[in-house]
């Protein structure tokens, strides 16, 4: 079953989190995921979520989403992300 990680991020240096970008995205298609959006433009039509950049992942299930928060490649990267940027996500299975 498709798994899909939701992600706001609030970017507080926007210089060195350019290099996060670069490099995320070969272990998000290295444990089987992609982007279905990513920074654009979010309205708000109920509540009062003020979601700064989100970005949307489908990944092929849970296990996937969990492999690449462990993964030991990942780890430089999350501590640079954490660093520069304050981030929420939170992942649910799909249909």
Same mark, same amino acid.
């Given at each position: &079953?498709? *798994? @899909?990680?939701?992600?706001?991020?609030?970017?507080?240096? *926007?210089? *060195?989190?350019?290099?996060?970008?670069?490099?995320?995205?070969?272990?998000?298609?290295?444990?089987?995921?992609?982007?279905?959006?990513?920074?654009?433009?979010?309205?708000?039509?109920?509540?009062?979520?003020?979601?700064?950049?989100?970005?949307?992942?489908?990944?092929?299930? &849970?296990?996937?989403?969990?492999?690449?928060?462990?993964?030991?490649?990942?780890?430089?990267?999350?501590?640079?992300?954490?660093?520069?940027? @304050?981030?929420?996500?939170?992942?649910?299975?799909?249909?």
């Amino acid at each position: &079953m498709p *798994a @899909y990680l939701i992600v706001n991020i609030q970017v507080k240096d *926007a210089a *060195a989190y350019e290099r996060y970008k670069a490099e995320v995205p070969a272990l998000i298609r290295k444990h089987g995921g992609e982007y279905l959006a990513r920074g654009g433009k979010a309205l708000v039509y109920e509540g009062d979520w003020k979601p700064n950049r989100l970005v949307l992942f489908r990944f092929p299930n &849970m296990d996937a989403i969990q492999a690449l928060f462990v993964d030991p490649e990942y780890q430089p990267l999350k501590d640079l992300r954490q660093s520069v940027a @304050y981030t929420e996500s939170v992942a649910v299975d799909g249909l």
